[in-house]
């Protein structure tokens, strides 16, 4: 090899053995580049508990839907509700709160109160009506709407709304200004999130419990109108349909519907669609 060559390998060789000990320009680190390559990064922001809060319907003075057999809604609600908590109870991640724990009456908008002032991530109203017509049967889940997906959830929304009128509570017609404003501070982001909650919900809960014809809709139920809280409620069955109701009126079939409830609504709480 030429000695001008050797030469020239040499200085190169020098001249990067030199550099690897000189601080990484824009960074304000020292350590030579083998090392900062290998250094560990540091550990992940753990994330903040995501927060349930489920609220069973009905309660107290008002009984909801009451089946042939006399199965009351309230109860069923209730107890559905603390079938899920117990079964979230022990899952990192995920705190679970109920709107009522005991047989109470609550007024609807003080079930968004509850939500809303505890910073709730997800809101979910627990329910066992009585449908429009005696033959529908199997869960179903809605969202908020200004106007119902169908007749059929129309008229739901509308017989859940007169709770508050049924326990006692007075709850005017809505002004339509006051519904517009309503709904133009609902955030696009709040209802975009309650829908994709919807649809993971119902493929998921597909799989393991029978469903309404149809079972993702929407209607302008009172309780899911809070504008900053994602919130969904749920018909686990409906209790004017002699099926559903002697399968909701059995202990461990509420058990099982709460704990396939309690699985799918976690796994949405775990992914990216709540960060």
């Given at each position: 090899m030429a000695q001008d060559q050797k030469e020239n390998i040499a200085g190169r060789r020098a001249f990067l053995k030199l550099g690897l000990g000189l601080p990484l320009i824009g960074v304000g680190l020292s350590l030579p580049l083998k090392l900062f390559a290998a250094a560990p990064l540091p550990p992940a922001k753990p994330r903040a508990p995501r927060l349930l809060m489920i609220d069973p319907g009905h309660g107290g003075r008002d009984p909801g839907a009451i089946g042939i057999s006399g199965t009351e809604?309230?109860?069923?609600?209730?107890?559905?509700?603390?079938?899920?908590?117990?079964?979230?109870?022990?899952?990192?991640?995920?705190?679970?709160?109920?709107?009522r724990d005991e047989d109470v009456f609550l007024p609807l908008e003080e079930r968004v109160k509850v939500g809303r002032d505890a910073h709730a991530d997800f809101f979910l109203s627990v329910h066992a009506d009585s449908a429009p017509n005696?033959?529908?049967?199997?869960?179903?889940?809605?969202?908020?709407?200004?106007?119902?997906?169908?007749?059929?959830?129309?008229?739901?929304?509308?017989?859940?709304?007169?709770?508050?009128?049924?326990?006692?509570?007075?709850?005017?017609?809505?002004?339509?200004?006051?519904?517009?404003?309503?709904?133009?501070?609902?955030?696009?982001?709040?209802?975009?999130?309650?829908?994709?909650?919807?649809?993971?919900?119902?493929?998921?809960?597909?799989?393991?419990?029978?469903?309404?014809?149809?079972?993702?809709?929407?209607?302008?139920?009172?309780?899911?109108?809070?504008?900053?809280?994602?919130?969904?409620?749920?018909?686990?069955?409906?209790?004017?349909?002699?099926?559903?109701?002697?399968?909701?009126?059995?202990?461990?079939?509420?058990?099982?519907?709460?704990?396939l409830m309690a699985k799918d609504i976690a796994a949405i709480l775990d992914s990216p669609l709540f960060g």
């Open positions: 809604e309230k109860h069923v609600t209730l107890d559905v509700a603390r079938h899920m908590a117990d079964a979230l109870s022990g899952r990192a991640g995920i705190t679970a709160k109920l709107t005696s033959a529908a049967r199997g869960l179903s889940a809605y969202t908020l709407s200004e106007k119902a997906s169908d007749d059929f959830s129309k008229a739901l929304a509308e017989h859940e709304n007169e709770a508050d009128m049924m326990g006692g509570m007075d709850l005017p017609p809505a002004d339509q200004d006051v519904t517009a404003i309503l709904f133009d501070l609902t955030a696009r982001r709040t209802r975009n999130t309650a829908q994709h909650a919807k649809a993971n919900f119902v493929q998921a809960m597909g799989r393991g419990w029978h469903l309404l014809e149809r079972p993702m809709r929407a209607a302008n139920f009172v309780v899911l109108r809070a504008p900053d809280v994602p919130s969904m409620l749920v018909e686990t069955g409906f209790l004017s349909n002699p099926h559903d109701e002697q399968i909701l009126r059995e202990p461990l079939q509420r058990q099982k519907i709460a704990q």
